[in-house]
């Protein structure tokens, strides 16, 4: 017994807590991760860091290389929650962090020192650089105006995080603030200086929509972006901004120097990319020999016929580059005035562009809100035929039969595998659904309901849940936990007749009155039932004695 005591320490104090400075995120653990989620929900008290800090440490055995990720999404009392959370880090070794800070007061937070920062921000972003375990970042601050020196400070604060292999930053919405003295604001170019900073980053997804991005920002944000060599996953999102062809044709430039890219996609919709922009497009994305999905979306520009064409011919040349597996392809132009009034001259037709993309397998092509000839239309479904070799082929606005079935094959940033790494616990999400591993209880082929237990524990309380490897006597527990369930019901039933023998005792009765009394009551109530019968039906009472007899 005395072996097993220390096991049961940590659920009894969690229990015995009283959790006074916030509240508590849910944790959820399993062989190789430690998952906190602080999402969903409003913290009004603020988050209680160190208290969930020092719980995860009470089981030091289950914290023995698991890899920590922390989901966070708060809209209120940020300032205060953050400050708390940096206080706490040391005490969580993180090596995925999602913190979603979007729409929220966190640019507001008062200027003060915290330590020797003047800004909250600052502070934050030099933490997590001291970590080397951190090699996974979400950081969402849609929907906000920060000032022109606080940009710069999130591109130089972002860039000292050298050890990230996996980059998540979304800055939808950004409305830059001017302020007196300030500096000219430049999201390019703090964007630019982080990039160029981080030399192992593997996978980037930016999403810079309706952020006022203009040709000079995508120009410097390019600079950047082509000193990214170990970079084989991007996620780009520059939706609705002012985007012309300067712009696309700098952006095209940068991308095209990231050689290892495998899996790219670009969503420059609602900007203003005319046919020479679509056309440097083509041209450049297409020397990236190794891309295996492609995903374009020039939705709501004004590419013509021309661009179109010319986009699709310079593609070409990954067609027939040679690849172990599958290419997917899927471009956007929908309501982009593709019309063969505005051919250029030595244009190649729809068709012939088409029929250049042989070596593709899946291709998603939307052509819808183009007001098309039914000439033009023709000739691309001519083109289309020739692709034989698509497993997959389906062109919307275009009279064309969808061809097989969807199969998704591009990658989304939940579920790459980053390379050269050495740990086994960066396994994508999706790798692990596919052939899950067995948990103790499983592998053994029997139900574990100390486990179980546990699980309880765990999901109320916030407290780490024991492993059933952390103890050796298994079967004890079981009967343990059968002997306090059969105590607490014979408890019940005690109190329970002891409640009503008092209730009796207090009127002055007995439980042979009390019988005696429901007793009489039953009979009159049956007597009365007798007599109120029609004459016509057969009374219940009746119809029992007839049987009795």
């Not at 890899?67 to 953050?82: K, N, Q, Y």
């Not at 995508?218 to 999102?237: F, M, P």
């Not at 709501?300 to 690849?323: C, K």
């Amino acid at each position: 017994m005395a072996g097993v005591t220390p096991h049961f320490l940590p659920v009894i104090a969690a229990l015995l807590s009283v959790n006074a400075a916030g509240e508590l995120c849910a944790v959820h653990r399993s062989q190789a991760t430690v998952n906190i989620s602080c999402s969903g929900r409003t913290y009004t008290g603020g988050v209680a860091w160190k208290d969930l800090a020092l719980r995860l440490q009470q089981d030091q055995r289950g914290l023995a290389g698991a890899s920590m990720s922390l989901d966070a999404s708060f809209s209120h009392g940020t300032c205060i929650i953050v400050q708390e959370l940096i206080e706490a880090l040391p005490d969580l070794p993180l090596a995925v962090l999602s913190l979603d800070l979007s729409h929220s007061d966190f640019w507001e937070c008062p200027s003060r020192n915290f330590g020797r920062f003047s800004r909250l921000l600052d502070w934050l972003l030099w933490s997590l650089a001291g970590y080397e375990r951190l090699t996974s970042l979400t950081f969402k601050l849609a929907g906000m105006g920060p000032t022109g020196s606080e940009v710069a400070s999130l591109g130089h604060g972002l860039g000292n995080m050298s050890n990230l292999q996996e980059l998540s930053l979304d800055l939808s919405g950004l409305h830059i603030r001017s302020t007196t003295g300030d500096a000219t604001p430049c999201l390019g170019g703090a964007l630019s200086l982080a990039f160029s900073r981080l030399s192992r980053l593997q996978s980037l997804e930016l999403m810079l929509a309706v952020s006022g991005i203009s040709d000079a920002d995508i120009w410097e944000l390019g600079a950047g972006l082509s000193r990214l060599k170990t970079l084989y996953q991007l996620d780009l999102v520059v939706v609705n901004n002012q985007i012309g062809n300067f712009g696309a044709r700098e952006l095209a430039k940068a991308v095209s120097s990231l050689m290892g890219l495998t899996f790219l996609r670009m969503d420059l919709s609602y900007n203003q990319v005319g046919a020479v922009g679509a056309t440097d497009l083509g041209q450049e994305i297409g020397r990236l020999a190794k891309l295996e999905s492609l995903r374009i979306s020039l939705k709501d520009n004004n590419v013509g016929f021309s661009g179109v064409s010319s986009l699709i011919v310079g593609l070409a040349p990954l067609s027939a580059a040679s690849s172990a597996k599958p290419r997917s392809l899927a471009l956007d132009f929908t309501s982009n005035g593709i019309t063969s009034t505005n051919q250029n001259v030595g244009t190649k037709s729809l068709g012939k562009a088409l029929s250049t993309l042989q070596g593709f397998r899946l291709l998603d092509l939307d052509f819808s809100g183009n007001p098309l000839e039914p000439a033009v239309v023709g000739d691309a479904v001519e083109g289309l035929k020739h692709l034989k070799a698509a497993t997959y082929l389906r062109a919307s606005g275009l009279d064309f039969p969808t061809v097989g079935m969807p199969r998704e094959v591009t990658k989304t940033r939940s579920q790459v595998m980053l390379r050269q790494r050495s740990d086994t616990n960066t396994m994508s999400s999706s790798t692990a659904a596919e052939s899950p591993l067995p948990n103790d209880a499983t592998a053994r082929g029997g139900s574990d309901v100390f486990q179980t237990v546990s699980d309880m524990l765990f999901n109320a309380t916030g407290v780490g849940k024991a492993t059933p490897n952390a103890v050796s006597g298994i079967s004890f527990f079981n009967v343990l936990f059968q002997i306090i369930r059969f105590c607490l019901v014979c408890a019940f039933l005690v109190a329970g007749g002891f409640y009503g023998w008092a209730r009796l005792k207090q009127r002055g009765g007995s439980f042979a009155s009390a019988a005696r009394s429901l007793h009489g009551t039953l009979s009159a109530a049956a007597t009365s039932s007798t007599a109120a019968a029609p004459s016509g039906e057969v009374s219940l009472t009746a119809t029992a004695e007839e049987e009795r007899e």
